[in-house]
């Protein structure tokens, strides 16, 4: 098979022996945490099914999941540790090494392919200087290009920091939407309008949301890839 | 039905004057207050309150109405539940499958944002017909949001007595909790949904034993997705027959059609079944983007065949029309693409997608997917070769019905659908051969497929 020229990824091992980022004594849990935590474990039959709660707590707390908040994760549940590194690390959004203060995950997926999500982090490459997965200098932006979120219908879109969604991107907003974060300004969450409703109640129906949108016609893409 | 405003071949009659039951317009339905007082938990008090109505008589309910599941493989509701075994000492379970992550689908999200009522009644409907414990519903972490929003939601159900044990006074009891995803497409899949939900890595599992006889923890356990448990609750207030003669007749029901892409008005739009293609592009979104020509539809999510749109012609948003096209419905997550759109880009981007969420476990998809994505960029990028076709076809030959789950299958089908019916936008990418021959020749006599389609 002349000429198939298949690059094999060079894959790294994770380092065996990394240095503990987190004192023994911050891995401590709140009394508040603890009762969620025991919540948590009468949900299901198996106190371990509770892990990926667990984790996320942990790295609502830590930022991010070092190897000993696993572990710690893992004695709190009485699981092996070996069974909760193994889901840390099957599961794309627990952060296992340190990231940007606000994370922004671009979706470049098909819907937003064809309708500028390359445009978007393009813009976004540019405007901070990294390429998606790095992170700036200054510790405060991680960008990546995601896999679709569910919310296609008003591509482009990104969502920072596993939480709020920013939808019918420009690169006007964009740039709008940086300004607000370099100031610690997170966008609201905004609800996005059915166009039935529109129609047949004359916009969203949800009261208890500040900011909505509707669907737009999408962008022409610039850059597919 | 017949159709009075639509086009004669619509099977959803007359869809312009259709009142939606999934999203109907109603202020703040998401508040269980505006819920019930829109008559909402009504259904679920009428089957506990009635001595008449027996857990069987909710499955033989939607079992009539036709209910095929909204999840993506379009299997008989009814009949999945009937596949629950007799009660017997082990704890049973339901999974609301909210997973949510095939591209080009947003409509489980709408329905969760806007009318979550409906899926929980649905739930505990679902759950009384089978005598469920507990249901779990697993959302993808993603909609980090919504889960909040439905926590507040599920904490009122709680405290109104309309979850947790005796639920309004009757002897049925049963447990709802909310389990957030962390990024992984394949806990979609319902085994690997099953190993997440026990907290490991979402290996799919080994079918049989089948959930209904093998769930979680080894009990029997059912999975339904979001959409189809929300229909429940319309089946018992409508009745049956409603629910059979509303769109088509082999795949009936309201659906929501999650539509994006080249259209003017995208959206997430409720309509039954049974919708033709060109009503839902032309009337319902208004039109091509920039008036450019219709080129393509995928038409229920990125594992579902794209088609061509004269294969769309007169084509119907329902299981049996799209199979005679060549597709599948899917999720009923439809992207449009317009005349600019270049397809081996968009193969690229999705063989992209299918490398990097496959789980790993069996090796002709984890190796596999990789190797679709590496040709397809490969030829994406003018360094293919015509014969580089012939070893996608056969990449997807031994990929398809080869692995634990049906993931490999849907990574290899968009491949072989997508060249076949796009063939001359790959040939022309492909470096120009020392011998030229036709399209229909190239494939050689060894080839593993046709070159073309029919
Ligand atoms: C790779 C893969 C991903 C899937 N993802 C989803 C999903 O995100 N949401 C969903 O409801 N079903 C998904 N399914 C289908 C489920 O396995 C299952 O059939 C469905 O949840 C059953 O519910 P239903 O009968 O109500 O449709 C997926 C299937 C496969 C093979
Ligand atoms: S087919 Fe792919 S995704 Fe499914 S179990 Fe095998 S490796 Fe995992
Ligand atoms: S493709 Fe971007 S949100 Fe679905």
Redesign the pocket.
């Known amino acids: 098979m002349s000429g198939f020229d298949i690059k094999r990824p060079i894959v790294e091992l994770p380092d065996q022996d990394p240095e503990q980022q987190i004192p023994d004594e911050e891995l401590v849990w709140t009394d508040a945490e603890k009762k969620k935590i025991e919540i948590w474990k009468d949900q299901y039959p198996e106190p371990e099914a509770a892990i990926m709660k667990v984790l996320w707590l942990a790295q609502e707390k830590y930022d991010y999941l070092p190897p000993e908040v696993i572990r710690f994760c893992a004695d709190t549940l009485d699981m092996d540790h070996a069974r909760a590194y193994g889901v840390a690390t099957f599961y794309t959004q627990y952060y296992k090494e340190e990231e940007g203060t606000f994370v922004l995950d671009v979706c470049t997926c098909f819907t937003c392919q064809f309708t500028g999500g390359y445009d978007i982090l393009h813009h976004l490459e540019e405007k901070l200087g990294i390429h998606a997965g790095e992170t700036t200098d200054d510790g405060m932006f991680t960008l990546q290009s995601v896999e679709c979120l569910g919310c296609c219908g008003s591509a482009p879109m990104m969502q920072i920091t596993n939480g709020v969604y920013c939808h019918n991107l420009t690169t006007e907003k964009v740039d709008a939407i940086i300004d607000g974060l370099e100031n610690g300004e997170v966008p609201e969450f905004t609800s996005v309008t059915l166009p039935q409703d529109e129609d047949e109640m004359g916009g969203n129906r949800r009261s208890d949301v500040a900011k909505t949108e509707t669907y737009q016609t999408q962008p022409r893409a610039e850059h597919t890839e | 039905m017949e159709a009075t405003n639509g086009t004669p071949q619509s099977k959803a009659g007359d869809w312009r004057s259709y009142d939606r039951v999934l999203l109907p317009p109603i202020e703040d339905l998401h508040q269980l207050e505006v819920y019930r007082e829109h008559g909402g938990y009504g259904q679920l008090r009428d089957v506990l309150d009635d001595p008449d109505i027996a857990p069987g008589d909710v499955t033989t309910a939607v079992k009539e109405s036709g209910l095929r599941g909204r999840g993506g493989a379009g299997f008989s509701t009814g009949m999945k539940w009937s596949f629950m075994p007799e009660p017997d000492d082990r704890p049973r379970y339901l999974a609301c499958n909210a997973d949510e992550s095939e591209p080009g689908t947003f409509k489980d999200r709408q329905l969760m944002e806007y009318n979550p009522h409906l899926m929980f009644e649905g739930i505990l409907l679902a759950g009384y017909a089978m005598s469920i414990d507990v249901c779990y519903v697993y959302v993808r972490g993603e909609y980090a949001d919504w889960i909040v929003h439905m926590e507040e939601q599920l904490e009122k159900l709680y405290d109104a007595g309309l979850v947790g044990e005796n639920i309004l006074g009757s002897d049925f009891s049963m447990e709802i909790v909310l389990h957030k995803g962390a990024g992984a497409y394949?806990c979609g899949e319902e085994t690997s949904l099953l190993e997440s939900l026990e907290g490991k890595r979402g290996?799919?599992r080994y079918k049989p034993p089948f959930p209904a006889q093998k769930g979680l923890w080894g009990c029997p356990t059912t999975i339904n997705n979001v959409e189809t448990l929300a229909c429940v609750p319309l089946v018992l207030e409508k009745g049956p027959e409603w629910f059979a003669n509303t769109g088509a007749e082999q795949h009936p029901g309201p659906v929501l059609y999650g539509i994006s892409g080249h259209v003017n008005r995208p959206g997430v739009y409720e309509y039954p079944t049974g919708m033709l293609i060109s009503d839902l592009i032309e009337e319902v979104c208004g039109g091509m983007r920039d008036g450019k020509e219709f080129k393509a539809l995928v038409p229920g999510g990125s594992s579902t065949p794209p088609l061509r749109a004269d294969q769309c012609e007169g084509t119907t948003m329902d299981s049996e029309s799209l199979r005679e096209a060549g597709s599948m419905m899917g999720t009923a997550g439809m992207l449009v693409l317009d005349e600019d759109t270049d397809m081996v880009s968009y193969l690229r981007r999705v063989t992209h997608f299918y490398q990097h969420e496959?789980?790993?476990?069996?090796t002709p998809?984890?190796e596999g997917t990789g190797w679709l994505e590496r040709i397809v960029t490969r030829i994406d990028e003018g360094e293919g070769q015509m014969r580089d076709l012939d070893l996608l076809f056969d990449l997807c030959d031994q990929m398809e019905g080869r692995?634990?789950?049906a993931?490999?299958d849907a990574a290899a089908w968009p491949v072989r659908y997508t060249i076949q019916r796009f063939r001359e936008e790959f040939e022309a990418k492909v470096k120009p051969s020392i011998h030229p021959v036709s399209a229909d020749v190239s494939s050689g006599a060894d080839a593993t497929a046709p070159a073309t389609e029919g």
């Open positions: 394949i290996y799919p496959s789980c790993g476990q069996c998809c984890r692995t634990i789950c993931f490999a």
